[in-house]
């Protein structure tokens, strides 16, 4: 039978733990803090993310010990920041998910070798090609609380596991769409986070729609360019691409926006991280895909934008000034 371990306890581990126990699977939930694990248990609701979410705790068990979760569950979920990554497979034994699916939810890059979340877990705990896989959007935890209409991704390569996650995931408000090429599908997931900061700015600096606009459709050429040199073909004007680039970079629920409108009224960077209480991906992934891309033979304005305005501390505005002339 199929039981889901799922890692993390923040807005979309509680969005994912909901889409699997209203469709009746057995979730093992880890959660670092065990009042936070306690809590959900006991009132059906995670009292720190997603609070309005009601989840169904006959199919649910909370724990703050990995092990107890790793070992009851046949499909591991990771979604933590990758920031957190890590942190949460120290003291992580492999044998404990031998021969089990592994999806990660997570976007971003990991340590500093700029690694893919996929392949950073595989790495770590030794993950066959077949059994690895990803969930990604376009979608905000958000609007899954809320059962609004939302198509999901599935990435991975089997064609039974494919076709079992898209049926875990499915609902009468939830189209689960299936991808093969988890790679691309990730480097998209980062890409657009640093497109939410930087759209974020904009609207912070008092940019309007038109010039919005204008900034999205560069970015769109940029993600095609910068898969393109990751070594995907994708095409990049479906879903699972250029709809989650979308949705992060005019969504009011985007996190990565909310911390670039920030940065453009004039925050610092420190004092934008703190007023935070969720991840803004965007800004580790703005110096993770810097890095992994400064040396390839192509011209990224936006990224570069995101970059000398979050790492170099360059002003925001002199900044947008130059990317106006940039964009096409
Ligand atoms: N929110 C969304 O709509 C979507 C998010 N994602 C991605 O999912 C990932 C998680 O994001 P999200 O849930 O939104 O983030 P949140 O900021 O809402 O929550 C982060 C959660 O991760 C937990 N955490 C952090 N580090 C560790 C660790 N080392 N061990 C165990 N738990 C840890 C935190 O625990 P604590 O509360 O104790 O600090 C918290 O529960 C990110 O990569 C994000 O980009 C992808 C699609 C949609
Ligand atoms: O990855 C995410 C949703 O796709 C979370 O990032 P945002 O909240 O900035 O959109």
Redesign the pocket.
């Known amino acids: 039978m199929i039981e889901f371990g799922v890692?993390?306890?923040?807005?979309?581990?509680?969005?994912l733990v909901k889409i699997l126990t209203d469709n009746k699977l057995i979730v093992n939930w880890?959660?670092?803090?065990t009042e936070?694990a306690e809590a959900i248990q006991n009132a059906g609701s995670n009292p720190?993310?997603l609070n309005f979410v009601t989840l169904n705790t006959e199919y649910l068990q909370c724990s703050s010990q990995k092990q107890f979760v790793a070992q009851k569950s046949t499909i591991i979920l990771f979604?933590?920041?990758?920031?957190?990554?890590s942190?949460?497979l120290i003291g992580f034994d492999r044998k404990w998910i031998h021969n089990k699916a592994v999806l990660s939810?997570?976007?971003?890059t990991v340590g500093e070798e700029h690694e893919l979340?996929s392949a950073y877990i595989s790495r770590q705990l030794i993950i066959p090609n077949n059994l690895q896989g990803i969930?990604?959007?376009p979608?905000?935890?958000?609007e899954?609380g809320h059962r609004k209409k939302t198509y999901l991704t599935i990435g991975a390569v089997d064609p039974h596991w494919q076709q079992m996650l898209q049926a875990c995931f499915s609902a009468d408000y939830l189209d689960v769409r299936i991808n093969a090429d988890i790679t691309g599908i990730e480097w998209a997931?980062i890409y657009k986070?640093v497109v939410g900061l930087v759209s974020g700015m904009a609207k912070g600096l008092r940019y309007g729609d038109n010039f919005i606009a204008v900034l999205v459709a560069n970015a769109l050429a940029e993600l095609r360019e910068v898969l393109r040199h990751m070594g995907s073909n994708a095409e990049i004007l479906s879903s699972s691409y250029a709809g989650d680039l979308l949705v992060t970079a005019y969504s009011t629920?985007s996190?990565n926006r909310l911390f670039g409108e920030m940065i453009g009224r004039g925050y610092s960077v420190d004092k934008a991280k703190d007023a935070m209480?969720?991840?803004a991906?965007g800004y580790g992934a703005t110096r993770g895909l810097y890095q992994t891309t400064r040396n390839f033979p192509l011209k990224l304005p936006i990224l570069q934008t995101a970059y000398r305005v979050l790492f170099k501390y360059m002003p925001v505005l002199t900044e947008f000034k130059l990317l106006e002339q940039k964009l096409t």
């Open positions: 890692f993390g306890g923040g807005s979309w581990a509680t969005a880890y959660l670092r803090r936070q720190d993310y979604a933590v920041p990758s920031d957190g990554l942190d949460l939810a997570v976007k971003g979340p969930l990604a959007g979608c905000h935890a958000e899954i997931a986070n629920h996190r209480n969720m991840v991906e």
